[in-house]
C-alpha cells in the first residue's frame, strides 16, 4: 500500500498548478484520500478530502475556493489544483489516505515553491 | 471549531528516559484522537489510533491514553529513533473537519 506523489514544482504567483498523488496496492475507490499542508518549519494543516468511489468532496472552510480535489479512478489518482497561485502557498503538500478518523498512509511529499 | 493544544512545545529527554506529551481539546472528542511521529524531513506517521490503539508495526514503547479532551501520549524508554515531532490531531464528524494539534519536539539531551 502506498501513496507516490510527483515531483517539487517551483511557480511565479498568478500560475496554475497541478499535483498529483498516485495511489497502489488496496481498493482505491473504497478509502477517502485527503491533502495535508505543512508549511516551513510549522505544523499540519488538512485541507480537504475526496472519495473517488462516488466523488464526494469535504472541505476545510479555510480552504473551500482556494483549492480543488479531484480523482481519478482509471488511474487510481488524485489530483490538488490551484488557479492563480500565491507566495503563500509555499509549503510541503501530503495526501493522505483516511481510514475512519485517522491517516494511516501518507505519500512522501511533494513541495511547492511560488515565487517570482 | 475545535482547537488543539499540545505541551509541552519541545523537550530533551536522555537515552532511556520516560517521555510524556500531552494534548489538550477545547472540546469532546469522543475519542477520535490520533497521534503521528515526524522525523526530519520525512512525511508523518500514524502511531496511535482511537486515543490509545497501537498501529501496526509500531514499536509497544509508544502508547496513548486518555478521553474526552486529554490525552498522553507516552514513550516509556526514549530511543534515539524517537527524536522527531509528535503531533496529536482530532476528526470531528458533522462538520467534517480535521485538526492538528501544533506539535512537541522531543530531542535527546
Known amino acids: 500500500v502506498q501513496l507516490v506523489q510527483s515531483g517539487a514544482e517551483v511557480k511565479k504567483p498568478g500560475e496554475s498548478l497541478r499535483i498529483s498523488c498516485q495511489a497502489s496496492?488496496?481498493?482505491?475507490?473504497?478509502?477517502?484520500l485527503g491533502w495535508v499542508r505543512q508549511m516551513p518549519d510549522t505544523g499540519l494543516e488538512w485541507l480537504m478530502m475526496i472519495y473517488p468511489g462516488d466523488s464526494e468532496t469535504r472541505y476545510s472552510p479555510s480552504f473551500q475556493g482556494q483549492v480543488t480535489v479531484s480523482a481519478d479512478k482509471s488511474s487510481t489518482t488524485a489530483y490538488l489544483q490551484w488557479g492563480s497561485l500565491k507566495a503563500s502557498d509555499t509549503a510541503m503538500y501530503y495526501c493522505?489516505?483516511?481510514?475512519?478518523?485517522?491517516?494511516?498512509?501518507w505519500g512522501q511529499g511533494t513541495m511547492v515553491t511560488v515565487s517570482s | 471549531d475545535i482547537q488543539m493544544t499540545q505541551s509541552p512545545a519541545s523537550l530533551s529527554a536522555s537515552v532511556g528516559d520516560r517521555v510524556t506529551i500531552t494534548c489538550r481539546a477545547s472540546q469532546d472528542t469522543l475519542n477520535f484522537l490520533n497521534w503521528y511521529q515526524q522525523k526530519p524531513g520525512k512525511a508523518p506517521q500514524l502511531l496511535i489510533y482511537d486515543a490509545s490503539k497501537l498501529e501496526t508495526g509500531v514499536p509497544s514503547r509508544f502508547s496513548g491514553s486518555g478521553s474526552g479532551t486529554d490525552f498522553t501520549l507516552t514513550i516509556s524508554s526514549l530511543q534515539p529513533e524517537d527524536v522527531a515531532t509528535y503531533f496529536c490531531q482530532h476528526y470531528h464528524y458533522y462538520p467534517h473537519t480535521v485538526t492538528f494539534g501544533p506539535g512537541t519536539k522531543v530531542d535527546l539531551k
Open positions: 493522505v489516505r483516511s481510514r475512519r478518523d485517522s491517516f494511516d498512509i
Open positions: 496496492g488496496y481498493d482505491f475507490s473504497k478509502y477517502w
